[in-house]
């Protein structure tokens, strides 16, 4: 079979045994260092895949994906208004709802929290409540009966359960014949929730029609929810909802009220991405040392092929295959193990939280139990490519220098 010589004599340099064992092992570390660098980008970029992916299914499936409220009053004729908004390619689902913050009361303990009035039959459109109750079910949320749903959190630092009473203190005055008072009301917790630390510790829902008697609304909703198809379409489809409607409305989405946090993720991915790619830039440089190291060692048989012939171009190629194949075992190596290890995290931390008797995620702290992890094929792709170049281009500098190696010189003293 046809090889072309630089590839022939390349490769048999790297089979070949060293007589310089120390330029074997910078060749190894060279090669480790590739495959840890990779199989770590890959692992890394996967886990805050993970976490993105959650907080956004998690955060965002609680949250409204934007809001629609009246610039003034309230909204008396949601319902027209909803079916109008539902026509808008993009927009999958909207629900009324009442919001307010205040604070709530129990067995001594105060805590603040924001309010939601909800209508529970459409609750499920907007938002993935429903499929998040640890007790008790939204269904449970009648119409005058002033029941409550509170996050687990919430309810264990108050210190309350199902059927308990709680009582919730709007910062709003009322005025009757004993003086002025706070607006408080009773209500009877009938269910629990838990979805994520920070909104299981401060978030309520009752039925909307007993939001509109407490928060004093005569005969209408504060605004409207509505769910994307596209939660990135939120701010664009939002405003173009509010310039269909008739009158004057305020718009808000998930950009504003969250979207902070999910600019940090994305920095946080970045910059991680960035101090692990310093590992392969590592290995690439001890591609050049190991290089140079057998360009060094092979003075004599680089100067015997230039007196039979061989152009400068070919004594470079055959020490750019040496290297790249270094390059191409280590990557090759690397993106298996990063795929396999990216695809089984999650079984590979809790054997190390068996064998070793820890927990790394808190349930208590951490909105979830187990790492999660989500494999892009575009980030492997990326990873690998970018491994191939680096390692590509630190075997120019070394395979240049020998092929500007002069046989004379190299022979006088062989």
């Known amino acids: 079979m046809f090889r072309p010589l630089p590839f022939f004599i390349g490769l048999r340099y790297t089979r070949a045994k060293r007589r310089n064992h120390f330029i074997s092992f910078i060749s190894a570390i060279s090669m480790g260092g590739l495959v840890l660098g990779v199989m770590a980008l890959i692992v890394v970029l996967s886990v805050m895949n993970g976490f993105d992916r959650e907080l956004r299914q998690r955060i965002l499936g609680m949250v409204p994906h934007a809001t629609i409220t009246a610039a003034r009053g309230e909204l008396s004729d949601w319902q027209e208004l909803s079916a109008t908004v539902e026509t808008i390619p993009g927009i999958e689902a909207t629900a009324p709802f009442i919001e307010g913050q205040g604070m709530v009361t129990g ?3 105060v805590q603040g929290l924001m309010l939601y009035g ?34 687990e959190i919430l309810a264990q630092m108050l210190g309350v359960s199902v059927g308990d009473k709680v009582t919730i203190v709007l910062p709003e005055a009322s005025v009757n014949l004993a003086g002025i008072f706070p607006r408080m009301k009773r209500f009877r917790v009938s269910g629990l929730f838990a979805v994520g630390a920070d909104l299981d510790a401060s978030l309520a829902y009752i039925h909307i029609d007993d939001a509109a008697r407490f928060m004093r609304y005569k005969d209408g909703v504060e605004g409207l929810r509505l769910r994307m198809h596209d939660l990135f379409d939120a701010p664009r489809l939002a405003w173009e909802a ?6 004057q409305y305020y718009v808000s989405d998930w950009t504003r009220t969250q979207g902070r946090l999910f600019q940090a993720i994305q920095m946080e991915k970045t910059m991680v991405g960035l101090l692990l790619t310093l590992i392969v830039v590592v ?9 140079v190291m057998v360009v060094t060692d092979k ?19 055959i020490f750019m295959v040496q290297g790249s194949v270094i390059g191409v075992i280590g990557t090759v190596v690397g993106t298996v193990l990063g795929i396999v290890l990216a695809l089984n995290v999650s079984a590979v931390v809790q054997f190390l939280e068996t ?5 790394f995620l808190d349930p208590g702290v951490y909105f979830i139990s187990d790492l999660p992890s989500q494999l892009l094929w575009s980030d492997v792709i ?24 002069q046989p004379a010189e190299a022979l006088r003293y062989e």
């Open 118 to 151: 909800i209508n529970p039959a459409l609750e499920n459109k907007v938002s993935i409540l429903p499929n998040h109750m640890t007790a008790g079910t939204l269904d449970d949320l009648k119409a005058g009966s002033f029941d409550i749903v509170l996050g």
């Open 283 to 291: 290995a690439a440089f001890n591609i050049v040392s190991t290089l």
């Open 242 to 247: 509010a310039m269909k409607l008739p009158g």
């Open 355 to 359: 064998i070793l008797g820890v927990t």
């Open 382 to 405: 990326m990873i690998a490519c970018g491994s191939l170049i680096l390692s590509f281009m630190a075997t120019l500098y070394p395979s240049w220098r020998a092929s500007k190696t």
């Open 107 to 109: 067995n001594g303990q």
């Open 299 to 317: 003075q004599a048989d680089i100067a015997i092929l230039r007196t039979f012939g061989a152009k400068p171009g070919t004594i470079m190629a």
